[in-house]
DNA sequence: CCGTTAACCTGAGAGC
DNA sequence: TGCTCTCAGGTTAACG
């Protein structure tokens, strides 16, 4: 599910609900995510302030009064859960899929503050959430991680540099989070698309002007994709609510078998498997 | 160093 | 109605 843009959107949302706020008790329903949540990590917690919520790549980074921080990630599938404590407005969401019930399954942690409570929900269990418990080990946590696509260190020298001597292909560099952090299946696709490449090409054939575009759009895509609020592919019928509409918006992902939306192109757009991962690029417009 | 594969999980949807 | 199969927005350990 989550990309930057999306991870952005729970960010944002989380940040506008909990900063400044105190903690006063924390339920863990299941240990087992991607990691084992810390057997302390409700102690931890407990009477603690967030003094920030931020993001680096699909990361969200809850930093703490006592200089702790946590790090979330939401795998695939996790998404946050507001429930607001008054009588008339109940559940109010603040997750990614927006949804006027919260899900009876797979809550896995809550989060409890004075007027309100967050519920973290994870089908798959891919996410995590880990302490760390300083500044610096937090720094070091990100440095080996690529640069985010839309900082300035995701330039054309970077790109250029790095590009250089790998075999690999350009879509799954894109998806190779120490080379560009945050990109997902999604993104790479519709990046290479704007660019017009063809996602099996090797990093070292891409062109100047194609780096160039790389940048370019990478950065436009991401953007955009906030603006609307971040993508949701699945349709969740009982669920109301509209929060991602960038789905709308896709010019290549899940469009297999039709024409390119490419202006005054004639290609049909097809499907393949880049590692396990499904690519989607016009035949006629992506070199 | 490189690249590939399997593994971690559940649920939706397709096909039979 | 239900079985089996494939696929899904992500990451990473293990292998050759």
Redesign the pocket.
């Known amino acids: 599910?989550?990309?930057l843009p999306?991870v952005e959107i729970v960010k944002q949302s989380l940040k506008k609900s909990i900063k400044y706020k105190k903690i006063q008790k924390v339920i863990v329903y299941n240990r087992?995510l991607?990691f084992k949540v810390a057997n302390n990590f409700e102690k931890i917690l407990k009477n603690e302030i967030i003094t920030e919520v931020s993001r680096f790549?699909?990361?969200i980074i809850l930093h703490f009064k006592n200089e702790n921080y946590c790090i979330i990630?939401?795998?695939?599938?996790g998404t946050f859960h507001l429930i607001e404590n008054l009588k008339k407005k109940k559940n109010t969401n603040l997750s990614?899929?927006q949804s006027t019930t919260l899900p009876k399954?797979?809550n896995h942690i809550k989060i409890i503050f004075k007027n309100f409570k967050i519920i973290y929900n994870d089908?798959?269990?891919?996410g995590f959430f880990e302490i760390i418990d300083d500044k610096k080990k937090l720094d070091s946590y990100f440095q080996k991680k690529g640069p985010e696509p839309l900082s300035k260190k995701f330039n054309y020298k970077y790109l250029k540099n790095r590009l250089s001597?790998?075999?690999?292909n350009i879509k799954?560099l894109l998806?190779d989070?120490n080379f560009v952090s945050g990109?997902?299946?999604?993104y790479a696709n519709e990046i290479l698309f704007y660019s017009q490449i063809n996602p099996r090409k090797s990093g070292f054939k891409i062109k100047d002007a194609e780096i160039r575009d790389i940048v370019k759009y990478s950065k436009l895509v991401l953007k955009l994709a906030i603006k609307h609020g971040?993508?949701?592919?699945?349709?969740f019928?009982n669920m109301k609510g509209s929060y991602?509409s960038f789905?709308k918006k896709f010019k290549i992902?899940g469009r297999e078998g039709k024409n390119c939306t490419r202006n005054k192109c004639d290609g049909t757009i097809c499907k393949i498997?880049q590692?396990?991962?499904?690519s989607f690029f016009c035949i006629l417009c992506q070199k």
């Open positions: 599910m989550p990309e999306e087992n991607r790549s699909k990361y990630h939401l795998g695939m599938t990614f899929y399954k797979h089908p798959r269990r891919f001597n790998k075999k690999k799954n998806l989070q990109i997902g299946n999604i971040g993508s949701t592919i699945r349709d019928k991602g789905q992902y498997y590692t396990n991962r499904s």
